[in-house]
């Protein structure tokens, strides 16, 4: 959140930016930001965004949701607002768990993740496979930017503020859909020592979730 504030503010558009907060842990930061948050009901922060940026185009509109919110609740809503090519940037929070209700399996939770109803792990057969958000929003044609980024080191926090950066400059440039996702952790949620989260991050989620710029229509093909 400090990351997404940051880079707003560096763009100098802080003034004229409006949060679009869906339900989860993060929640709470919306009361603790130094710009206008609307709270959407769960899943469904795409299409408040939606109508704030249309009805308001002078705006510079962003959403933040966990994996739980956007992928279980919402994947309509995403999809649907990328297709249309909308003029907004989502920020996906993605644990594999839903947190704030326990940490039960998201749609993202990769294959052998334990959670509280996958003790054992998930397993494909019984569980279903994880959804790639972000590989599937690059394919759609009315997106300009997306990227999938961590927080669990130094490094990865600064490329997750030029992905950020970036997403934002899809929106001022009136180029289209912009997407981040990025990795985050809770250890709670996944049965492991604190210290443990960081590792366990790059071994299991981003082993599924790979990081790195999935679409930039800036860049060559």
């Known amino acids: 959140m400090r990351s997404v504030l940051e880079v707003i503010e560096e763009l100098g558009v802080i003034d004229r930016s409006i949060g679009v907060f869906g339900i989860g842990c993060y929640t709470a930061f919306s009361n603790n930001l130094d710009c206008e948050v609307l709270q959407a009901l769960h899943g469904r922060a795409p299409s408040l965004a939606t109508g704030v940026k249309r009805a308001r185009p002078d705006t510079v509109v962003f959403t933040i949701q966990g994996d739980g919110d956007m992928v279980n609740e919402g994947l309509q809503e995403v999809i649907h607002t990328a297709a249309r090519g909308e003029r907004v940037t989502c920020i996906m929070l993605n644990n594999g768990v839903f947190g704030e209700t326990g940490g039960h399996i998201t749609a993202t939770t ?36 997306v990227g999938r980024t961590a927080v669990n080191n130094a490094g990865n926090v600064a490329r997750t503020r030029r992905m950020l950066r970036r997403a934002f400059e899809a929106q001022l440039g009136d180029e289209g859909f912009s997407f981040v996702e990025i990795l985050t952790m809770c250890p709670t949620g996944w049965f492991i020592e604190t210290g443990e989260a960081p590792a366990y991050l790059d071994e299991h989620l981003a082993a599924t979730h790979t990081l790195g710029v999935v679409k930039d229509i800036r860049s060559p093909e």
């Open 110 to 145: 990769v294959l052998g993740q334990r959670t509280k109803n996958t003790l054992d792990g998930r397993d494909g057969r019984q569980h279903g496979y994880p959804i790639r958000l972000s590989n599937l929003l690059a394919e759609l044609d009315g997106v300009a930017f």
